[in-house]
Nanobody, 127 residues
């Protein structure tokens, strides 16, 4: 599976961005997909995740209510809609994919869970 992120950029605080992650591979629809971010000098952290069924979504407390993860399996694409952006949201955002179907709420939030990663897209929020 290859993942390519897009949609990052520079936005003012309070603005919105929609990140996209295009995946290759015929079994995309069965994969758990996650978004993570990494700010300079910090560890990569969980942002949001979605299982093969769009009924199962998960969010970090820091973005809950401001971000929405979704997927279009027909387009092999996962999205992260980010609203009310804050300067502390500034980071490189990474898309990740994993084929395991049994992922629990705890495991789906871990960097180490995911087998495939994109190259990342920069999001910068100015104050």
């Amino acid at each position: 599976v290859q993942l390519v992120e897009s949609g990052g950029g520079l936005v003012q605080a309070g603005g919105s961005l929609r990140l996209s992650c295009a995946a290759s591979g015929r079994t995309f629809g069965t994969y758990a997909m996650g978004w993570f971010r990494q700010a300079p000098g910090k560890e990569r952290e969980f942002v949001a995740a979605i299982k093969w069924s769009t009924a199962y979504t998960y969010y970090a407390d820091s973005v809950k209510g401001r971000c929405t993860i979704s997927r279009d399996n027909a387009k092999n694409t996962v999205y992260l809609q980010m609203n009310s952006l804050k300067p502390e949201d500034t980071a490189v955002y990474y898309c990740a994919a994993d084929p395991k179907a049994w992922l629990t709420t705890a495991y789906i939030r871990l960097v180490s869970t995911y087998e495939y990663w994109g190259q990342g897209t920069q999001v910068t929020v100015s104050s």
